[in-house]
């Protein structure tokens, strides 16, 4: 299985950018699918998440201003993120938890990450 994200890149504050990340390789069904980012020197935080039924878990810190949303037949998650600030500034990992043929429970993949900076 391999994700490959996109979307990323540098935007000013109050601007906006969307997010990709597209799951591919031996995937019955996806599960759970979402977005983290890691500033440096911590660990990575959980910004969104959008289940296999569809429900949205947010960080407190983006309601409002960042939509998650799955396009099931693409095996795709995107991340609209708008209003940016420059505390958005970080690298962004999706994470993606799919049923492969071989195992009865999800599994879990990261995407590599990709850079997200605001600043003007």
């Known amino acids: 299985v391999q994700l490959q994200a996109s979307g990323g890149g540098s935007e000013q504050p109050g601007g906006s950018l969307r997010l990709s990340c597209a799951a591919s390789?031996?995937?019955?069904?996806?599960?759970?699918m979402g977005w983290y980012r890691q500033y440096p020197g911590m660990q990575r935080e959980l910004v969104a998440e959008?289940?296999?039924?569809?429900?949205?878990t947010y960080a407190h810190s983006v309601k409002g201003r960042f939509a998650i949303s799955r396009d099931k037949a693409k095996n795709t998650v995107y991340l609209q993120m708008n209003s940016l600030k420059p505390e958005d500034t970080a690298v962004y990992y999706c994470?993606?938890?799919?049923?492969?043929?071989?195992?009865?429970?999800?599994?879990?993949?990261w995407g590599q990450g990709t850079q997200v900076t605001v600043s003007s």
């Open positions: 390789g031996s995937i019955l069904s996806t599960d759970a």
């Open positions: 959008v289940t296999g039924d569809g429900l949205t």
């Open positions: 994470s993606v938890r799919v049923y492969l043929p071989s195992s009865s429970i999800p599994v879990g993949f």
